[in-house]
């Protein structure tokens, strides 16, 4: 069955960088892309951009282009997110979920656990 | 950026009840890329809905999408006790876009 585990939460200082981790079972990795989609407490979805495993070409959302860089690693099918010059409002889970191996005009149909990144002096 | 809009925010019924929320975009959703999610409390959001109207795997019958071009509609049949919770729309034809979600309580 399709698996996707994230790694577990993370505590940052303002100005940082996480790298969070999603990795794949149950499927050929490759035949697939990833989109990152965050959640702040209490708070709605809100899509972070996407990823294609096959070839590696990325659409981040307007809001994150210059701060958040998305790859994979074929050899542990595992897809990463990083998120640099953290800010306190960047606190949230942060989900991975499988998409679209050649365009981000896909539905997600699976999704990580979540991984809860607190930023915080 | 296309922004999506749901109602109500909040929707207080009964189990065996019908459910019927609103997505509406602020332009035209291209191939009616529209999706509907379900979401528990401390759970990652399901898939439930694609393409305004297909069912995803596993969802029940008494799930249904409707809809096309900027206003789609999620019914719920009949309302089980497993229901109640929050339900997003999502646009995946233009990036994607998330709307704020409505939540359905007893």
């Known amino acids: 069955q399709v698996q996707l585990v994230q790694s577990g939460a993370e505590v940052k200082k303002p100005g940082a960088s996480v790298k969070v981790s999603c990795k794949a079972s149950?499927?050929?990795?490759?035949?697939?892309?990833f989109s990152w989609v965050r959640q702040a407490p209490g708070q709605g979805l809100e899509w972070m951009g996407w990823i294609s495993v096959d070839n590696g070409n990325t659409n981040y959302a307007q809001k994150f282009q210059d701060r958040v860089t998305m790859t994979t690693d074929t050899s542990t099918s595992t897809a990463y997110m990083e998120l640099r010059s953290l800010r306190s409002d960047d606190t949230a889970i942060y989900y991975c979920?499988?998409?679209?191996?050649?365009?981000?005009?896909?539905?997600?149909?699976?999704w990580g656990q979540g991984t809860l990144v607190t930023v915080s002096s | 950026e296309i922004v999506l809009t749901q109602s109500p925010g909040t929707l207080s019924l009964s189990p065996g009840e019908r459910a019927t929320l609103s997505c509406r975009a602020s332009?035209?959703?291209?191939?009616?890329?529209l999706a509907w999610y379900q979401q528990k409390a401390g759970q990652a959001p399901r898939l439930l809905i694609y393409g305004a109207s297909f069912r995803a795997t596993g969802i029940p019958d008494r799930f249904s999408g409707s809809g096309s071009g900027t206003d789609f509609t999620l019914t719920i049949s009949r309302l089980e006790p497993e229901d109640f919770a929050v339900y997003y729309c999502?646009?995946?034809?233009?990036?994607?876009?998330f709307g704020p979600g409505t939540k359905v309580d007893i």
């Open positions: 149950g499927y050929r990795f490759t035949t697939y892309g």
């Open positions: 999502q646009q995946y034809g233009s990036s994607s876009t």
């Open positions: 979920a499988r998409g679209g191996s050649f365009s981000s005009s896909t539905p997600f149909d699976y």
């Open positions: 332009q035209s959703v291209g191939s009616n890329y």
